[in-house]
């Protein structure tokens, strides 16, 4: 479960990969209902971009937005039947959430210690997610969210140390580059073939 991420900062990073540019954001330490900076891809035009959205996904007939409040991480194995994510997983609204690190609390100690994951080679990461829209009943406000899809982590050599002993093994899925196009192309059967600990680029924790 990632509960608190960083977005990334890296400017060129963006321009390179996605040839896009990077928008501005008041928040870099990023928890639910806030906003980050996600990919998309138009499947009618084929045009990618780039926006602010909140992290939490709300779904069409959420009552108010504090239904983002749970549905920040959406379990890859559920996804597609669970009501708050299948019209979004079926829709192919396939998201890339760009960060430079996100955390995950390691209980090696005997306590809880929150703990950065970035990536091995101190790179920029693109996370697996979905995005949908709400509009805000009262003032009309359209409003983009975004979760970030989380695969079983039980045997991925970084991601299995986190959480308690006793608890399920979860990780987010951070791509590797060459598979973003791939992600943001997908057909509901190929998103879920991406969902997988060998699509994850390599990860390392901040000593």
């Known amino acids: 479960m990632c509960v608190q991420y960083l977005t990334t900062v890296n400017i060129d990073w963006v321009k390179s990969h996605f040839d896009l540019d990077l928008p501005a954001s008041t928040a870099h330490d990023v928890f639910p209902t806030y906003p980050g900076p996600i990919v998309l891809k138009s499947h009618n035009t084929d045009r990618m971009a780039i926006g602010l959205a909140r992290f939490g996904l709300i779904p069409a007939w959420a009552k108010d937005e504090d239904f983002g409040r749970k549905t920040y991480n959406a379990r890859a194995e559920t996804v597609a039947i669970k009501p708050s ?37 101190h790179k920029p990461m693109a996370i697996a997610s979905i995005w949908d829209t709400w509009t805000e009943p009262d003032t009309g406000e359209f409003i983009v969210s975004f979760s970030m899809l989380t695969i079983d982590a039980s045997n991925h050599p970084v991601m299995k140390r986190f959480h308690k002993p006793e608890d399920e093994k979860r990780t987010v899925v951070p791509l590797r580059p060459e598979l973003f196009n791939d992600w943001l192309n997908a057909t509901p059967e190929a998103a879920s073939a991406l969902l997988c600990c060998e699509s994850m680029t390599e990860l390392a924790i901040a000593e």
């Open 85 to 121: 994510y299948k019209n979004a997983w079926a829709k192919r609204h396939y998201a890339l959430t760009l960060v430079d690190a996100f955390y995950e609390p390691s209980y090696e100690s005997g306590k809880a210690v929150r703990t950065r994951i970035h990536q091995a080679q």
